[in-house]
């Protein structure tokens, strides 16, 4: 195994993830080796030429740690192995070594705000493994006595809805859960947790990972008297899970400045590795950004706001412009994941995503992506937004994802997880068996294989974007090392064209329903256009270029961005 490059050789050079582009795994769902109907990490190294070809620089894949699988691989029973089900640290190494013969990176997940209980620390702390053993790992969790009533010690509800506490019957304690009770949280106030974490990181880093996505980067420390969280309205019956979890203030349980602490000390040794700490740092609010990410805390983190948004311009232009300029370059940028439907499904005009987007939903989505890819920061796609992919249809007997009260599956995020239609034949190619979420099959023209044919699918256009980012990038940061290149927001801070340079380039994109026309720079050279790179359903079917030098204007059809060097 190599050992990356210390910080020390790296420091004053432009870190590797500065413009970089990223891809999400979602292991599970991605490519399956060995036909059990699961993916897994072979699948993952039998695609890292169709990866390389996209031309993302590092890959982040979801856990593939030992778990039962309640939350799909988010509840991890050995933080230092591999699942049976994804393979074995071999192929691991494989994966990682043949990774960095095409140039990209492997960064994995780490999950240290709550184990699985059937982790042997927690099985422990509960006496299953001796008296000793208790002793020294019961204070691993956060335990506390009933409150006077014999109910949960605070109010505190848990992401996925219901109480966070789950009474232990045999002591008579409640433990603590910010998502399911079989995800109990790490007591992070306990100097040992953060001693078997140092051990966690390096193990990863040892193998030559390249960096981490921290799961529930606001929780690990909590409220040091795990005070109840004020109550702003009673919880209405049948409530889903956002709606139990928006009647609180949540000013105990999670983003408590303490957990910077854990990352100040991550970084000192991800920094030995130049490896890449970034965070799920879910806040929507731009100043909570800032309150997650200190400079000397984790060098990255999650903006969560554009998952949260309609198309439409104003919310569209804050979510961009939003974060403070002090986090220029830390930002992550991305549009979909395993947690939220895809941004296709979101965007898409009219109720039936499917039925009447005709690809706007995915031109949307393309749009977004370009204004995003030239920013500072980093961009990530999931897997299949390069196809274009709105959300599988998953039959409502099929739903597996028990998040919401009661184990409401109906609130699950299965949309967003179906397999990866890889080409024809059953399950797209995906596995030889019955996929572990059952889906309806995808047309062929939404397969790799048949827009990889294509130069005007959405993979041919995702494709043109990544070559033309990659290419842009020293002029993007005006070549100077650790140069970021402010933007310069172009546009009038309203309408439906948002605008910027950035370097020596211009980016510009339409994100209302009708056709604008912006003006060109002298001598700008046209890069690349949404529009023309696929058969864009506002566009010249011909595909023919809507730039009029001489007239010095270029038509962006709605739901359409360019790029240009000036
Ligand atoms: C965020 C992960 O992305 C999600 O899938 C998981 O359920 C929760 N964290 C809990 O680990």
Not at 79 to 85: E, F, I, S
Not at 341 to 347: N, V
Not at 421 to 449: K, M, Q, Y
Request: with cysteine.
């Amino acid at each position: 195994m190599t050992r990356s490059s210390p910080a020390s050789a790296t420091d004053n050079l432009r870190r590797w993830w500065a413009d970089a582009v990223g891809y999400q795994v979602y292991v599970r769902s991605f490519a399956d080796s060995d036909n059990d109907g699961v993916g897994d990490l072979g699948g993952v190294l039998a695609k890292l030429d169709y990866l390389a070809r996209l031309g993302v620089d590092f890959v982040w894949i979801t856990p593939f740690y030992p778990t039962p699988g309640d939350d799909w691989g988010y509840d991890v029973a050995d933080y230092c192995d591999v699942d049976p089900l994804f393979g074995d640290l071999a192929t691991l190494d494989r994966l990682v070594a043949a990774a960095r013969e095409r140039d990209i990176r492997i960064v994995t997940d780490l999950v240290p705000n709550h184990t699985s209980s059937s982790h042997r620390w927690f099985q422990a702390a509960l006496g299953n493994s001796g008296a000793a053993d208790r002793e020294r790992f019961r204070d691993y969790y956060i335990w506390r006595d009933p409150a006077p009533d014999g109910g949960p010690p605070n109010n505190w509800v848990g992401y996925f809805g219901g109480p966070a506490w789950t009474l232990e019957p045999e002591s008579g304690q409640y433990y603590l859960h910010l998502f399911l009770p079989s995800q109990p949280d790490l007591n992070w106030r306990n100097p040992a947790v953060a001693g078997e974490w140092d051990d966690i990181l390096r193990f990863w880093l040892d193998r030559d990972v390249a960096g981490f996505r921290v799961d529930v980067a606001g929780g690990l420390v909590k409220d040091a008297g795990l005070r109840s969280n004020p109550q702003l309205l009673p919880i209405p019956p049948r409530a889903s899970r956002w709606e139990q979890w928006d009647c609180f203030e949540h000013l105990y349980d999670v983003f408590q400045p303490e957990s910077q602490d854990v990352f100040r000390r991550w970084r000192k040794i991800c920094d030995e590795y130049g490896a890449f700490l970034h965070g799920e740092t879910y806040h929507l609010d731009p100043r909570g950004m800032d309150d997650l990410l200190p400079p000397d805390g984790m060098h990255g983190g999650y903006w969560f706001a554009p998952m949260h948004i309609d198309w439409e311009p104003a919310a569209i232009r804050r979510t961009l412009r939003g974060p403070s300029s002090a986090l220029a370059g830390r930002l992550l940028w991305a549009m979909s994941s395993h947690d939220m439907p895809r941004a296709p499904t979101r965007f898409a005009p009219g109720s039936d995503a499917r039925a009447h987007d005709d690809g706007w939903g995915a031109a949307r989505t393309l749009a977004f992506n370009v204004l995003a890819a030239f920013l500072p920061g980093t961009l990530v796609l999931y897997q299949g937004e390069e196809l274009g992919l709105a959300d599988g249809e998953v039959a409502a007997e099929d739903k597996l994802d028990p998040v919401g009260p009661d184990d409401d599956v109906g609130a699950g995020r299965d949309g967003c997880r179906t397999p990866m239609p890889w080409g024809d034949g059953p399950h797209n190619g995906f596995s030889a068996a019955e996929p572990w979420l059952r889906s309806a099959a995808r047309p062929a023209g939404e397969t790799a294989a048949a827009q990889s044919q294509d130069e005007r699918s959405w993979l041919g256009a995702y494709r043109a974007l990544l070559d033309v980012q990659q290419r842009a990038r020293p002029a993007l940061s005006n070549g100077t090392a650790g140069g970021n290149g402010a933007v310069e927001w172009t546009d009038r801070g309203s309408g439906e064209v948002i605008s910027y340079r950035r370097g020596r380039l211009a980016v510009a994109a339409n994100v209302g329903d009708t056709a604008c026309e912006v003006p060109l720079e002298d001598g700008a050279t046209l890069l690349y256009d949404s529009a023309t790179a696929c058969r864009h359903p506002g566009a010249d079917p011909s595909g023919a270029s809507t730039q009029d030098a001489a007239d010095g204007v270029h038509l962006l059809p709605p739901a359409s961005a360019a790029v240009w060097q000036i």
